[in-house]
């Protein structure tokens, strides 16, 4: 052992600055091992980006593989190191702690015979994770034109079952079967509202119509819709503040009706104390902004909850779909409009919508 720390001391001496020179100590490093008794030891590393990984030229040198990997690693690690012995160039992926990196392994030939083989790694993290945000859109995007190809072929024969049971609830005299029917065209409406909401998600914005719209009228019409659903829950009041006078804005006011529908419902989902009161307030930011602001006292939500609540199909509720919110970011964003959640945990949940009174067509994406 003392003779490889010889070596990789010799090692360090001869290439510290030459390797410093082309790989940025912060964003990569560099190694070298060589073969010894059907193992390979680690004659020299470098760089800083070892510590980020967990690693130092202490734990390296002088080490093999199974020294410091995890042994699921150092198995895999082996059969490049043994794959670049054999002469080849190898190129692979690694990380840990939370860095990627992308190490090249190229041997050293001398006189027709394999001496060494050096590693250079560059820390790739940055672009790891565009890749997996990148995955992560087009999952959502397969994810959207899914839901309309199923949103569109089951609407049809929907609309006709639909039809036919209220053509037999005209013609039924019979109190019990009248009963179901009613059950049964309620789920059917519960139907259609995910189907159409699936619908929504591909295509947002066709659906859109911009219109100028007393903004003080539609919250207060939102509200009163909403209420025999807060009485459900023993819930007396959803307070309305609204301090300015009367203001109009350009927007699509079924779309934010929607909005603030998905966003009231759950409010009083998460409100368990029948006392507490849900505020809703609307208000100028300035000449050409406003904000809405919904606030309750319920459950809040768990921190490392709160960055999943737009993903589509993320809920916590039994009967939930997941998409409420989801469909709540599409149509402010698409209104160039911002939407964000405060929440604590046991305290309750504060959602701020600011919107342009104007709406910009020019902006509007496909
Ligand atoms: N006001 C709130 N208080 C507490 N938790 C909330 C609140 N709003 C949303 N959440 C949490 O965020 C999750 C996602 O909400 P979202 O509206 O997208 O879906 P959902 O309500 O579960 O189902 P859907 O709205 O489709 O019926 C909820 O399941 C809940 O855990
Ligand atoms: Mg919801």
Redesign the pocket.
């Known amino acids: 052992m003392d003779h490889y720390n010889n070596e990789s001391n010799q090692n360090i001496n001869n290439n510290q600055v030459d390797y410093k020179h082309f790989i940025p100590r912060q964003n990569g490093f560099v190694f070298k091992f060589i073969k010894k008794d059907n193992d390979f030891i680690h004659t020299f590393a470098e760089g800083d980006f070892l510590e980020k990984i967990g690693l130092s030229p202490a734990y390296i040198i002088g080490k093999t593989l199974h020294d410091f990997s995890p042994k699921d690693q150092a198995n895999q690690k082996h059969c490049f190191y043994e794959t670049a012995w054999n002469g080849n160039l190898v190129n692979y992926e690694g990380g840990a702690n939370g860095y990627h990196y992308l190490a090249s392994l190229t041997p050293l030939i001398i006189d027709s015979q394999i001496v060494e083989v050096v590693g250079t790694a560059i820390d790739i993290t940055d672009y790891w994770k565009d890749v997996t945000k990148i995955q992560e859109l087009e999952k959502l995007s397969l994810i959207g034109e899914l839901a309309a190809g199923i949103a569109h072929e089951i609407r049809n024969p929907l609309t006709s079952v639909t039809g036919f049971i209220k053509m037999i609830q005209e013609r039924s005299n019979d109190e019990t079967t009248n009963e179901y029917l009613k059950i049964v065209l309620h789920e059917l409406s519960q139907i259609n509202t995910i189907v159409n909401?699936f619908m929504f998600i591909a295509k947002p914005k066709e659906t859109m119509e911009i219109i100028n719209t007393d903004m003080k009228a539609l919250v207060s019409r939102v509200i009163e819709f909403m209420k025999p659903q807060a009485n459900l829950k023993g819930l007396n009041f959803i307070e309305f503040i609204s301090s300015d006078s009367i203001f109009t804005a350009q927007c699509d006011p079924n779309q934010l009706t929607q909005v603030l529908m998905?966003?009231i419902?759950?409010?009083i989902?998460?409100t368990t104390d029948p006392t507490q009161k849900i505020v809703i307030s609307l208000k100028n930011v300035n000449d050409n902004s406003f904000l809405i602001e919904l606030t309750?006292k319920?459950?809040?939500?768990l921190p490392e909850?709160q960055k999943r609540?737009?993903e589509p199909f993320?809920?916590?509720?039994e009967?939930?779909?997941?998409?409420?919110?989801?469909m709540c970011k599409r149509i402010i964003e698409n209104h160039d409009g911002t939407i964000e959640?405060n929440?604590q945990l046991g305290e309750?949940?504060t959602?701020r919508i600011i919107l342009p009174k104007a709406f910009n067509h020019h902006q509007k994406r496909d």
């Open positions: 909401q998905n966003l419902q759950n409010s989902e998460a309750d319920g459950s809040g939500i909850r609540l737009f993320y809920t916590t509720k009967k939930g779909t997941g998409l409420g919110l989801m959640v929440s309750g949940t959602v």
